[in-house]
C-alpha cells in the first residue's frame, strides 16, 4: 500500500483595493489576495498547515508584498459597508 502526500498552496482573491505601487510608481488597483498552504492526501487538501496570509498583487507590474494589518482593516471596512 503507498500514500501519496504533499503540500499545496490554495488562493482566494478577496478583494481590489485602489493604491500606488511601490515598484512602477502607478495609482492603480491591486489585487488582494489570500493564501492557505494545506498538507494533501491523495492530492486532496485535508489538514491546513499554515494561518491564512494576505498578500497584494499589482495588475500592472505583478509585483506581490505582504499585506498591512491598515490594509486589513481597509478591507475589513469595506466588506462591512457593502453588506449594509
Known amino acids: 500500500m503507498f500514500f501519496l502526500i504533499g503540500w499545496r498552496t ?3 482573491v478577496v478583494g481590489h483595493v ?3 505601487c ?3 510608481a502607478r495609482s492603480t488597483v491591486q489585487t488582494v489576495v489570500k ?4 498538507l494533501t492526501l491523495f492530492f486532496i487538501p485535508t489538514i491546513p498547515l499554515s494561518g491564512d496570509n494576505q498578500v497584494v ?3 500592472v507590474c505583478g509585483l506581490i508584498v505582504k499585506a498591512t494589518p491598515e490594509l486589513e482593516t481597509q478591507l475589513a471596512a469595506k466588506a462591512m459597508s457593502a453588506k449594509a
Open 22 to 24: 511601490t515598484k512602477c
Open 35 to 38: 493564501t492557505r498552504k494545506w
Open 57 to 59: 498583487r499589482c495588475n
Open 10 to 12: 490554495k488562493a482566494k
Open 18 to 20: 485602489d493604491r500606488t
